[in-house]
């Protein structure tokens, strides 16, 4: 299977363009939100870990809360916008940034080195999501969170139905390994929230929560609106994300987990 492979990545300009859309804005400011409300309360040191962090959205938000964080990703690209956005002083000088290939983590980072987590909008891409799972919670403390966000099959399914017309794609979709990236024209997986959960336990970490990210956004017209009603539309989003029925045909979901004790000793012996 052709998986999207990180060279599609050198033209960062494309994606750092989409980030600052409605959509763009909602997928990463929601997924932001939901981190918060998880974030560990007990940590001392609050270091956290953007796998696959690109321009550094999420990077900037936890730099912002007091975390040291360190960027990782393939696209020197990518890095350079990343860098920009940090910009300088006491912001900038708490994020680091690492060019390098996600399957070298345990050769990067010691064990047991990072409270905090994130792989957003990265495992659709990986040729083996399973691995990059593991790898993470390796490097993650007793207590450490991870969040993972993903394409929604589901949501993949509604879109083509709803969006697109396209409604031999949408039935098609339900069982399909990848579909087409709408901004780079290639494959990529996609995966429906059991296997997420799925991928987290195997590599033994305790799900604390899940979320919906885009639920009814994409079905509406959200060029060129206020900033009133994007906030309308984002709270609207961050209510129906959080219930089950709404969050299972979301355009993404996003799982939340912890590394416990008992899930120490697992990825210790994996």
């Not at 040291?68 to 020197?76: F, I, P, Y």
């Not at 409270?115 to 450490?144: Q, T, W, Y």
């Not at 780079?184 to 979320?211: C, D, K, N, Q, S």
């Amino acid at each position: 299977m052709r998986m999207l492979d990180a060279s599609r990545f050198q033209d960062a300009s494309k994606y750092d363009a989409y980030l600052k859309t409605p959509s763009g804005r909602l997928r990463s400011e929601l997924a932001w939100k939901n981190l918060c409300s998880s974030l560990p309360s007990n940590t001392s040191k609050r270091r956290a870990l953007d796998v696959g962090g690109g321009t550094g959205f999420a990077s900037v938000q936890l730099a912002r809360i007091g975390y040291e964080v360190v960027l990782l990703d393939s696209s020197e690209d990518m890095l350079r916008i990343a860098r920009e956005r940090g910009g300088a002083g006491s912001l900038a000088v708490r994020i680091s940034f690492c060019h390098g290939d996600l399957g070298r983590l345990p050769e990067l980072f010691d064990a047991e080195s990072f409270d905090v987590a994130v792989c957003h909008n990265l495992l659709e891409f990986s040729e083996n999501p399973s691995a990059v799972v593991r790898n993470i919670a390796s490097v993650m403390r007793k207590d450490g969170v991870l969040s993972v966000l993903v394409r929604n099959r589901a949501g993949e399914v509604l879109k083509d139905a709803i969006k697109s017309h396209d409604r031999k794609l949408a039935v098609a979709n339900l069982t399909a390994e990848t579909v087409v990236d709408s901004l780079y024209g290639e494959p990529m997986r996609i995966f429906a929230p059991a296997e997420i959960r799925e991928l987290l336990t195997r590599a033994g970490l305790e799900i604390v929560a899940e979320h919906g990210v885009r639920v009814f956004s994409d079905y509406i017209d959200l060029e060129n609106m206020p900033d009133a009603e994007f906030s309308q539309i984002f709270e609207s989003e961050s209510v129906l994300g959080m219930r089950p029925e709404f969050a299972a045909i979301a355009r993404y979901v996003q799982v939340i987990a912890r590394r416990s004790d008992a899930s120490s000793n697992t990825v210790s012996g994996a």
